[in-house]
């Protein structure tokens, strides 16, 4: 991973000095995700009750690597339909992975996993009541997140595309809303980054982090694609503390004109 030059991200009440948050899923061996996440660098990975579950002795050598990683563990809510179950699942990885941390997930739409944004607010009030330091899954609306802020939530991951599709950011428009006007508010994409030029455009776009799992975990190289992805994290964030070039309709030199010597075609 490349040398970080920029100031650490501080999300509730822990630093950190990676802006990559690594998904646990779909990886072709324990070996290779903790080869991955070596790689990435991250101090943050994700990880699932129902497929990482410590007690289950089928899954034991997936969570031996991930305690070993020494890795803030944020465990989701993934594939619950209703804030009742998603509360649930949040207290059960809490006493089992031994952390407040949640990422809350409550999908309302089976098609292409858009959260259900009235379970997901009712979800987060009552769990940030509970003690919990809740990481919501939500879209890129403007109000939806206002409303999560409200409850209670510090940090909010609105998707880039649909979960899995390696999109992209699908809705500039709303991302950038999102960032000018939610400035104090740490934002990390969160699902359909495909590619690590992708992940480079979110950051500079001044988020905070990014969350990706199966752009990393199916590459055919998927130790090598980390690394990327951590490459063009880096430089995005770094792009965006220094300051973009402005796009412009007309072409303008770079070179000046002024003080250099004018030649005259004669005429014969």
């Known amino acids: 991973m490349p040398e970080n030059q920029t100031e650490p991200l501080r999300l509730y009440d822990k630093t950190f000095c990676s802006r990559f948050l690594l998904g646990t899923a779909l990886y072709p061996s324990p070996q290779i995700m903790r080869d991955s996440i070596s790689a990435a660098g991250c101090e943050i990975i994700t990880l699932s009750l129902r497929r990482q579950n410590p007690n289950d002795n089928s899954g034991e050598a997936i969570w031996q690597y991930i305690k070993a990683s020494g890795c803030q563990l944020l465990p989701n809510t993934a594939g619950c339909q209703s804030a009742k179950e998603a509360i649930n699942l949040a ?7 031994a952390t407040e941390w949640i990422k809350l997930e409550v999908i309302g739409d089976n098609y292409n996993l858009q959260p259900d944004p009235y379970a997901l607010v009712e979800a987060a009030e009552v769990l940030i009541k509970r003690g919990f330091k809740v990481l919501p899954y939500c879209t890129d609306d403007l109000i939806v997140c206002q409303k999560l802020l ?17 999109q992209g950011l699908l809705n500039k428009y709303q991302l950038s809303t999102l960032r000018e006007r939610l400035p104090h508010t740490p934002l990390i994409i969160d ?5 690590p030029s992708q992940a480079a455009e979110a950051m500079e776009l001044g988020f905070d982090a990014v969350l990706l799992n199966t752009a990393v975990a199916k590459a055919h190289q998927p130790v090598l694609m980390a690394q990327a992805f951590a490459n063009a994290i880096v430089a995005g964030r770094q792009g965006y503390l220094a300051g973009l070039m402005q796009k412009r309709q007309t072409a303008s030199a770079s070179t000046p004109t002024i003080g250099q010597p004018f030649w005259h075609q004669p005429n014969y």
């Open 150 to 166: 409200d409850v209670g939530c510090e940090v909010l991951m609105p998707w880039g595309a649909p979960i899995g599709t390696g």
């Open 191 to 195: 699902a359909g980054i495909g590619s």
């Open 91 to 97: 207290e059960m990885s809490r006493e089992l992975f």
